[in-house]
Every structure is written in structure tokens, then in C-alpha cells.
């Protein structure tokens, strides 16, 4: 990431504290930059707007209107913005609803700061922010749905798709994809879509996390 290039972040929460706590880690990091807060959805989708950061923060259980509410808002909506969830919820429905909605991101609140500062880093430079047991509850949401359906594998995948997933699995976001591989920003975009659409996939995290679990099929 470049270190003279802040990013720039607001956060959704309804916790006076939590936000305090990351204005204190954001204050000690010269490339994190926390330009709003806002304790309530309506709020934060207004300031989206108007302040259009980089990253929103957003947790999952707030009064009013909750997270995946504002979530689905924001990604409907012409914001540009990434949105990590940041929540003390681990539970399967909750990570699996979030990441299907859109979420670039799933992180708990228990995590030692220094872990957290690393993934807003690891977002800032374009890569998916998973806490790591949030990939396994994705991981065996899809395990379970494999065996439901028809298990999809790499077979019908083309050589340039299977290419992307793997980078997609290295939590690499179409610009940076397309930045390693010397091609245009949309043409990673529709092969994003081709290789979803045939592994039965519904999002790039989706994505990552089967290439991850399926490594034996590359």
C-alpha cells in the first residue's frame, strides 16, 4: 500500500466505544484514516454518500436498521465503497447472509488489534478481510450445499479462469488482477462472472474460499 495515500474510512456502529477504540488505533497508523462515524444505518448511508470513502465499517447488529440492511443500500446504490462487516457475530447464517450480500470483508470484534489493523491493511491493498474461523463457517456452509447439489469443480473452467481463481483465492481484488496480468479491469470482470456462474457461485468471497478448500483440483 502506499503510505502517503490514506485510506480513508467511516464507521457504522452503535457503540460509542468500539468507535473510540478505532479512532485510537487509526490515530497511531499514518495510512488509516477514519473521516466518519455514525452510531445508526440511515446516518451511515448519508454520510457514505456524501463523504464517499473508501472503506465502510459496519456492524452487523444495530437498532433501527441492522447491518445487512444497510449493506444491501449501499450495494445497490452507486457507492464505490468497500464494505468489511465488523460485528461479535460468528454465527454460520450471519457470515453466509453478509458475504451473499455483497460484504468485501468479515471481521470480529475479538480480535487482537494488531490483527485488525492488518486486515484494513490487507483491504486498503484490494484483498478479502476474513477473520479465519469466518472462512470456515463459509467453508462448510458450501461443503453443505456441495452435497446437496452437485459438487462443482475446475473441469469446465478455461486456463485464464482457473488463473483468475487462483488469484481471486490470494484475496486479490479485479484491479490488482488485472494489474499482475497485463489485461483490462473488465475483462477480469467477466471472467469473474463465468467462472462464478459455473462453479455455482454467488461472490468472489464464495470464490476464494472454494478455491482454498479445493486446492487438489488446480
Same mark, same amino acid.
Given at each position: ?82 464494505? !468489511?462487516? =465488523?460485528?461479535?457475530?460468528? @454465527? *454460520?447464517?450471519?457470515?453466509? /447472509?453478509?458475504?451473499?450480500? +455483497? $460484504? ?23 484483498? !478479502?478481510? =476474513?477473520?479465519?474461523?469466518? @472462512? *470456515?463457517?463459509?467453508?462448510? /456452509?458450501?461443503?453443505?450445499? +456441495? $452435497? ?71
Amino acid at each position: 500500500m502506499n503510505a502517503t495515500v490514506a485510506q480513508r474510512i467511516v464507521v457504522i456502529d452503535d457503540h460509542p466505544l468500539l468507535r473510540k477504540g478505532l479512532q485510537q488505533l487509526a490515530d497511531l497508523s499514518p495510512d488509516i484514516e477514519i473521516i466518519g462515524e455514525a452510531d445508526s444505518g440511515p446516518e451511515g448511508i448519508a454520510m457514505v454518500n456524501k463523504l464517499k470513502p473508501d472503506l465502510v465499517l459496519l456492524d452487523l447488529n444495530m437498532p433501527e436498521m441492522n447491518g445487512l440492511e444497510v449493506l444491501t443500500q449501499l450495494k445497490s446504490s452507486a457507492s464505490t465503497s468497500r464494505v !468489511v462487516m =465488523l460485528t461479535v457475530s460468528n @454465527a *454460520e447464517e450471519d457470515v453466509v /447472509a453478509a458475504l451473499r450480500s +455483497g $460484504a468485501d470483508g468479515y471481521l470480529l470484534k475479538d480480535m487482537k488489534p494488531t490483527q485488525l489493523m492488518q486486515k484494513l491493511h490487507e483491504v486498503a491493498e484490494g484483498r !478479502v478481510a =476474513l477473520s479465519p474461523n469466518v @472462512a *470456515e463457517c463459509l467453508a462448510r /456452509a458450501m461443503q453443505a450445499e +456441495g $452435497a446437496r447439489d452437485t459438487a462443482p469443480s475446475t473441469l469446465d473452467l478455461t486456463d485464464r479462469e482457473c488463473e483468475i481463481l487462483i488469484h481471486i483465492s490470494e484475496g486479490e481484488s479485479n484491479k490488482v488482477i488485472a494489474r499482475t496480468l497485463s489485461i483490462a479491469e473488465s475483462t477480469v470482470k467477466v471472467h469473474v462472472k463465468h467462472l462464478l456462474k459455473k462453479l455455482g457461485l454467488k461472490t468472489r468471497v464464495e470464490a476464494a474460499v472454494w478455491a482454498v478448500t479445493h486446492k487438489d483440483q488446480f
